[in-house]
């Protein structure tokens, strides 16, 4: 169904971008992958077998690069940043602005299915910061009316993360009893995340208008069909 597409991954250097990028890779889902950042990495040996092709382009002017996304008929965006690394308008920019600007462009070169990371209980009414700006931008991208658009969100993120949080880890500390007890309800792996978004490409949105939230707890059940749709093949 895919081997013949194109997709694009948007936030490929973050966490769960990381792990979607390293599935799409060995499993070779589809004919091409680009992979969209600020910067270049290195992927190992699966990038060149799978036809990988990484492109840089600058976020602050995403309309300049719509040649990157035509083509593609399937985009992931795992983008985001923290307060913490990029202060309040840095992270509202990121977010938000360059999510949105990202699925416009994506939206006008022919993307069929748009799958978009944001959070927990995320809600464009709610007096935080980082849920408000999580909930607006899931508004904004389906006021685009994608064919398919799938919004995944995750609780805590688990995963060896390159650049230490000590905030992270103590929350990670302190809830592993619960988590280890209750693992679809605060918390999911970050491979899990990437899996479910992958196993969501031969889903059609549950709702009429084409849009599904994927909650905590169907990330976790999505990534399991996920593992089981490969070990039958």
């Known amino acids: 169904m895919f081997s013949s597409k194109t997709a694009f991954v ?17 499993k070779k889902i589809f004919a091409r992958v680009v992979l969209i950042g600020r910067r270049k990495v290195d992927l190992g040996a699966d990038a060149t077998s799978a036809n990988a092709e990484q492109v840089q382009i600058d976020f602050d002017a ?43 462009v994506a939206k006008e070169s022919g993307c069929e299915q748009f799958h978009l990371v944001t959070s927990n209980d995320a809600n464009k009414n709610s007096f935080i910061f980082y849920l408000k700006t999580k909930g607006l931008v899931e508004e904004h991208v389906e006021e685009l009316k994608f064919p398919k658009l799938f919004i995944y969100r995750p609780a805590m993120l688990l995963s060896e993360r390159e650049e230490s949080r000590i905030g992270e ?11 280890t007890l209750c ?13 479910a978004m992958l196993a969501n490409l031969w889903n059609k949105p549950k709702a009429e208008n084409g849009v599904e939230i994927v909650n905590n707890a169907e990330i976790h059940k999505l990534g399991g069909d996920y593992e089981k749709m490969f070990e039958q093949k």
């Open 62 to 104: 995403v309309d300049q690069h719509k040649a990157v996304f035509s083509g593609s008929s399937v985009g992931f965006c795992c983008l985001g940043t923290t307060r913490a690394k990029s202060g309040k308008d840095g992270f509202f920019k990121v977010d938000h602005d360059y999510v949105l600007n990202v699925a416009k």
């Open 10 to 26: 948007v936030g490929y250097t973050g966490e769960v971008g990381k792990q979607l990028t390293k599935e799409l890779l060995q």
């Open 169 to 179: 880890r103590i929350g990670i500390f302190l809830l592993k009893p619960i988590y």
């Open 183 to 195: 693992p679809t309800w605060m918390s999911v792996p970050v491979e899990t995340v990437a899996k």
